[in-house]
């Protein structure tokens, strides 16, 4: 209910973030997918926007607003058109633009028409351990929305006849249910962080079926010592290492995906490697990085 609440209110998004009274700050640094950006911040003051993708509903309304509104879509269109003239005018606001990925900045230049500074999210890796991976399942953990192509991967699993475990929740939860029954999926729904970490772990290989921002659940994996399968496109472009920590299916079809899933051989994969591949995303990394950018912003604007 929540969420869906959250999706109807979203007309008033860009006014009650316009009315952050900020003030009595010099720097601000906001971290969004779409509102934040369009705070307001005072003429000498510099803002820094860790900017993770340019709004879905700006540049992918079909899959990310026609499913989600279904019968509604008619009367959503004209609300969502003048959201993403809001949208293309803030991203306009922030004296710098930190995108989380390349495939995230290359978004950025054609949708906003500005460049981003790269900078790779980070990853708690303290927070995961290499497990035995001895389960015979694929594991999905994802926000069940259109684009992350849940569908696909539940057809290609049934037809490679391997056990896949979905985690997670979202809008196209019972519409994935549906599809799942009969076949060698089953849906988890929500999953505690603990327990996650043990499926995580046990997998024989960790899905990415659709084409992801960024493509942090490769990382979390690789944190695991398990690798990945992705969809090669988008953010997992920048997390999967072919033949180190995972590989690609390249045709976002269930055909493509089934056929990957049965050459797959986890035995391949080197949990000491794939552990030290995480490690380049911890957080002090990315807390050093996300300083200098912001010193070299406040330089940059200085009167």
């Not at 316009?18 to 705070?39: H, N, P, Q």
């Not at 290989?205 to 944190?223: I, K, M, N, S």
Request: charged content about 25%; some cysteine.
């Amino acid at each position: 209910m929540r969420r869906r609440l959250f999706r109807m209110l979203a007309p008033f998004y860009p006014l009650a973030f316009e009315s952050f009274d900020l003030r009595r700050f010099d720097t601000v640094i906001s971290s969004t997918t779409a509102w934040a950006k369009g705070i307001v911040v005072r003429p000498d003051a510099v803002h820094v926007c860790y900017c993770h993708t340019v709004s879905r509903f700006v540049f992918d309304y079909d899959r990310y607003v026609r499913e989600l509104a279904g019968p509604l879509e008619p009367f959503a269109r004209p609300v969502v058109r003048a959201l993403a003239r809001w949208d293309l005018q803030a991203a306009q606001r922030p004296s710098a633009l930190v995108a989380n990925s390349v495939n995230g900045a290359a978004r950025i230049r054609a949708w906003y028409g500005r460049e981003a500074h790269v900078l790779h999210p980070p990853v708690d890796i303290d927070r995961f351990e290499v497990g035995p991976g001895r389960g015979e399942y694929a594991l999905i953990i994802s926000r069940l929305l259109p684009y992350k192509r849940i569908d696909l991967a539940i057809e290609a699993c049934r037809m490679a006849a391997v056990p896949l475990l979905v985690a997670g929740t979202g809008p196209a939860e019972e519409r994935l249910r549906r599809l799942a029954k009969g076949t060698t999926t089953t849906m988890l729904g929500y999953v505690k962080d603990d327990a996650l970490r043990v499926l995580l772990g046990d997998a024989r290989v960790v899905l990415v079926p659709g084409t992801e921002d960024y493509g942090l659940v490769p990382v979390e994996a690789a944190a695991c010592g398990r690798p990945t399968l992705a969809f090669g496109a988008g953010g997992a472009l920048e997390t999967v290492v072919p033949g180190v920590t995972g590989e690609f299916f390249h045709e976002e079809t269930a055909e493509s995906l089934a056929g990957a899933l049965r050459s797959f051989e986890p035995g391949r994969y080197d949990p000491s490697r794939l552990r030290a591949h995480a490690e380049g995303f911890s957080p002090p990394r990315f807390i050093q990085r996300l300083q200098e950018i912001v010193e070299e912003t406040r330089e940059k604007h200085r009167p």
